[in-house]
């Protein structure tokens, strides 16, 4: 296992090259000095990534603003989203690369954050391929999250208001409508309860394998509270205006 030192790359300067639909290059760069910066960057990214699978303009836009939804709560809305982790994914192999963090986590390192997404898709479509699915059908996606819980990761005590709540944020720095109240009913309806997951009653299901934090808040490394969106409705989820108003995108 090699070690590397830890980077912060969730702020300040970015710039990767992704492949999307149809196998074009695309160029995205600029600077994240804002959590808006961040989550207009990460969506973009996590857009082009999941073009490049061949998903519509509509279900790659809904599939990243629910990962980023994620992201936001491992990382605590990128101020403690280092070496292009986007999730804080744990090293579990003797052959990646990896970097200690200051709480002793070990995290996978990526030589910059477009490879640590395109890797965090393809983890879930390993290991959580449920998620995958929700995710790619283009409906309710932000359940995606609720699936990874009961697979041990995404926060264990993350409660279906709160998971809303960072969702409708995210969409709103990307220029989508929030979640209307009929969604929303339907996300709190079918959010599992953390007393419900899988291995509540030995620890919560949090597993250290993938970087899952136990916790209702979004954090940073060091375990303090870095905020969190306010639940607001109202408009349906127009999804394509995600596709919009992104920063620092340039295809080439």
Wanted: charged share 15%; net charge neutral; hydrophobic share 40%.
């Amino acid at each position: 296992m090699t070690q590397v030192a830890v980077r912060l790359t969730g702020r300040g300067a970015y710039s990767v090259v992704m492949v999307g639909a149809n196998g074009v290059r695309h160029t995205i760069e600029g600077t994240a000095p804002t959590r808006e910066d961040w989550i207009a960057s990460r969506v973009a990214m996590a857009a082009t990534e999941c073009a490049r699978r061949g998903w519509s303009e509509e279900q790659a836009a809904q599939a990243a603003i629910a990962a980023v939804s994620v992201w936001a709560l491992e990382t605590g809305w990128g101020a403690a989203e280092w070496n292009g982790n986007p999730g804080n994914v744990h090293c579990t192999s003797d052959t990646q690369t990896c970097a200690r963090l200051s709480n002793g986590e070990n995290i996978i390192a990526y030589p910059n954050i477009g490879e640590g997404i395109v890797d965090w898709f393809a983890l879930v479509e390993r290991r959580y391929p449920l998620a995958m699915a929700r995710l790619h059908s283009g409906e309710l996606t932000l359940l995606a999250w609720n699936t990874l819980r009961r697979g041990g990761y995404g926060g264990s005590s993350v409660t279906g208001a709160d998971a809303i709540s960072i969702f409708n944020r995210v969409a709103r720095g990307v220029s989508a409508a929030e979640l209307t109240a009929d969604e929303r009913a339907d996300i709190l309806a079918e959010w599992t309860p953390a007393a419900e997951l899988p291995g509540a009653s030995t620890g919560g299901g949090s597993s250290a394998s993938t970087g899952g934090r136990d916790t209702t808040t979004v954090r940073n490394v060091s375990g303090a509270a870095a905020g969190g969106g306010s639940s607001a409705g109202g408009g349906g989820l127009l999804l394509a205006a995600a596709l919009l108003g992104w920063a620092a995108w340039k295809g080439r």
